[in-house]
């Protein structure tokens, strides 16, 4: 059965608009948690933590590519959370020269709050749902985000339009 433009314009245009909403209500709950504004994490910073955890530690190089952003903005996302005690810079184990980026305990601790508050969260926004309906959103949530990463590096290998 041919798709209908009109239909698929007008879906692309809910889904735009949705995508907007969900980007605000994530700033305004910086989805720390309801009420929990002490949960709170800006999103750089759990972003980075939460690969350093579960990446181990690493040179600010392989973070940014990890990533998908530049070493000089990686730099000044880390800069408060070594600042802060969040995050720690110790010597590459094989070449003492360079520099790794490590999960302190105590950047460790904090993540874990986060995370607990932002679960938290999650479970409340979503506890009329089905295990099946949270799984088949995040699956498609996912799925929209390795998408849209994938379009924006391609975009940044071709470079600016001209």
Same mark, same amino acid.
């Given at each position: 059965?041919?798709? +209908?433009?009109a239909n698929s314009d007008l879906l692309l245009d809910a889904l735009q608009h949705q995508v907007a909403v969900f980007a605000r209500r994530a700033e305004q709950t910086r989805l720390g948690g309801v009420g929990q504004a002490r949960n709170s994490?800006?999103?750089?910073?759990?972003?980075?933590? +939460?690969?350093?955890?579960?990446?181990?530690?690493?040179?600010?190089?392989?973070?940014?590519?990890?990533?998908?952003?530049? /070493? /000089? =903005?990686? *730099?000044?996302?880390?800069?408060?959370?070594?600042? =802060?005690?969040?995050?720690?810079? *110790?010597?590459?184990? #094989?070449?003492?020269?360079?520099?790794?980026?490590?999960?302190?305990?105590?950047?460790?601790?904090?993540? #874990? #709050?986060?995370?607990?508050?932002?679960?938290?969260?999650?479970?409340?926004?979503?506890?009329?749902? *089905? #295990?099946?309906?949270?799984?088949?959103? =995040?699956?498609?949530? *996912?799925?929209? +985000?390795?998408?849209?990463?994938?379009?924006?590096?391609?975009?940044?290998?071709?470079?600016?339009?001209?």
């Amino acid at each position: 059965m041919p798709s +209908n433009p009109a239909n698929s314009d007008l879906l692309l245009d809910a889904l735009q608009h949705q995508v907007a909403v969900f980007a605000r209500r994530a700033e305004q709950t910086r989805l720390g948690g309801v009420g929990q504004a002490r949960n709170s994490m800006d999103r750089a910073a759990y972003l980075l933590l +939460n690969r350093l955890d579960l990446e181990g530690p690493m040179g600010v190089k392989a973070l940014a590519a990890g990533m998908g952003i530049d /070493s /000089s =903005t990686v *730099t000044r996302q880390v800069a408060p959370l070594v600042d =802060t005690g969040l995050v720690k810079r *110790t010597s590459h184990p #094989e070449d003492g020269r360079a520099v790794v980026l490590a999960l302190s305990p105590r950047g460790l601790a904090r993540l #874990e #709050e986060v995370r607990c508050s932002r679960r938290e969260l999650m479970a409340r926004v979503t506890e009329e749902w *089905t #295990e099946e309906e949270r799984a088949s959103f =995040t699956a498609l949530l *996912t799925r929209f +985000n390795l998408s849209l990463s994938e379009l924006m590096a391609a975009v940044a290998e071709v470079g600016p339009s001209s």
